[in-house]
C-alpha cells in the first residue's frame, strides 16, 4: 500500500527490480505502518462515488489494502469489499481494524497470482498501491475483474514543494549523505508541475478502459520530531538502507527538526485520484 517519498527522490515510481526488492519491506513492521500512515481527505471517497459509483452497496475490490487505510472509509460508506494484500502481517491488521463487519473480507495473497471470484466488481481500488503490482499484469487484470461499465479507481500519492519548505532543502544534505540514490541538489516539485499523463497513458495503452478523469487534492500534515521518524520508518526506500546508513540517516533528519525547526515540521502531499471507465 502507500508509499510516498519522504523526500525529493521518488519512491512510488520503481523501476521492475527496485519494484521487486522493495515491495516486501512494508510487511516488516506492520504496527508502526498501522500507526504512523495517514488517510485519505473525506472529498476523495465524495468523488469516488461521483465517478466511480462507489456507494453504499458497491462491490469493491480493493488491490494492496496495507493495513486499511481507504478499506475503513469505505467499509463506512456501506462498501462490500474484497481486500487483496501481499504481506499476511498487514492483512492481518487489516482485519483486526475490520473486525466486525462481515461486508469486508481481506485475503492475503499477491494479486498477480490471486484466482478472480466469477462474480464481477462494479469498481477496483487501488490506494497508493498499483505501482507496486507488476505491470504486466495490473490492467488487464483489473479489467478482467470488473462488470462492463465498472471502474478502475487509482490513487497516487507524492511529496511535493510546500509545508515547511525550507527544511524539505536542507534534508536534502543528509539524504546525499546517507543515501546514495540520492542525485546531488534534487529538489521537490511544486504540485502544478505534476500530471497524471503516464498513468492515463498506461490506461491507454491497455485499450481496456475508456479515458481517465483525475481529481487532485493537497493535504498538508504536521508532525513531531518523533512522529516525521516513525513515518520515514515506514517508507520502502528508507528500509532498504543498511542500517548503519538508515540510522546515520535519522539522526541527522531528526537532528535538523530539533535544532533548527523547533521539533515540528509540515509536509505537504499531492493526491491524485484517477478513475478509468471499463469498456
Known amino acids: 500500500m502507500p508509499d510516498h517519498t519522504a523526500h525529493a527522490r521518488r519512491d512510488d515510481t520503481p523501476d521492475e527490480s527496485r519494484r521487486e526488492r522493495l515491495s516486501g519491506t512494508f510487511d516488516e513492521d506492520a504496527e508502526l505502518y498501522d500507526r504512523a500512515r495517514p488517510g485519505y481527505p473525506p472529498e476523495l471517497y465524495d468523488d469516488l462515488a461521483e465517478l466511480a459509483g462507489v456507494r453504499p452497496g458497491s462491490r469493491v475490490l480493493e488491490v494492496g489494502c496495507g493495513t486499511g487505510q481507504a478499506t475503513v472509509p469505505l467499509a463506512g460508506r456501506g462498501c462490500r469489499i474484497t481486500a487483496v494484500e501481499a504481506g499476511p502481517r498487514m492483512a492481518e491488521v487489516a482485519r483486526r481494524n475490520l473486525a466486525g463487519d462481515a461486508a469486508v473480507e481481506v485475503v492475503t495473497a499477491e494479486f498477480e497470482s490471486w484466482p478472480l471470484p466469477e462474480e464481477p466488481f462494479d469498481a477496483?481500488?487501488?490506494?497508493?498501491?498499483?505501482?507496486?503490482?507488476?505491470?504486466?499484469?495490473?490492467?488487464?487484470?483489473?479489467?478482467?475483474a470488473l462488470r462492463p461499465g465498472g471502474a478502475l479507481a487509482v490513487v497516487r500519492t507524492q511529496h511535493v514543494k510546500g509545508g515547511t519548505e525550507e527544511f524539505f532543502t536542507e534534508v536534502q544534505r543528509c539524504y546525499e549523505r546517507f543515501?546514495?540514490?540520492?542525485?546531488?541538489?534534487?529538489?521537490?516539485?511544486?504540485?502544478?508541475?505534476?500530471?497524471?499523463?503516464?498513468?492515463?497513458?498506461?490506461?491507454?495503452?491497455?485499450?481496456?478502459?475508456?479515458?481517465?478523469?483525475?481529481?487532485?487534492?493537497?493535504?498538508?500534515?504536521?508532525?513531531?520530531?518523533?512522529?516525521?521518524?516513525?513515518?520515514?520508518?515506514?517508507?520502502?526506500?528508507?528500509?532498504?538502507?543498511?542500517?548503519?546508513?538508515?540510522?546515520?540517516?535519522?539522526?541527522?533528519?531528526?537532528?535538523?527538526?530539533?535544532?533548527?525547526?523547533?521539533?515540528?515540521?509540515?509536509?505537504?502531499?499531492?493526491?491524485?485520484?484517477?478513475?478509468?471507465?471499463?469498456?
Not at 477496483?124 to 478482467?144: E, N, Y
Not at 535519522?250 to 509540515?266: F, H, K, N, P, S
Request: net charge neutral.
Open 179 to 279: 543515501d546514495p540514490d540520492t542525485p546531488p541538489g534534487l529538489r521537490l516539485p511544486a504540485a502544478a508541475d505534476i500530471d497524471g499523463s503516464d498513468h492515463a497513458e498506461e490506461v491507454a495503452r491497455s485499450g481496456r478502459f475508456g479515458p481517465t478523469v483525475f481529481r487532485r487534492y493537497e493535504q498538508d500534515l504536521t508532525y513531531t520530531t518523533s512522529g516525521y521518524l516513525e513515518l520515514l520508518r515506514t517508507y520502502s526506500g528508507h528500509r532498504a538502507l543498511p542500517e548503519a546508513a538508515r540510522n546515520g540517516l535519522l539522526g541527522c533528519v531528526a537532528g535538523l527538526i530539533d535544532e533548527r525547526y523547533g521539533g515540528r515540521v509540515t509536509k505537504r502531499c499531492l493526491i491524485e485520484l484517477g478513475v478509468s471507465p471499463r469498456r
Open 124 to 144: 477496483v481500488v487501488s490506494a497508493t498501491a498499483f505501482h507496486w503490482i507488476d505491470p504486466a499484469v495490473r490492467m488487464g487484470k483489473a479489467a478482467d
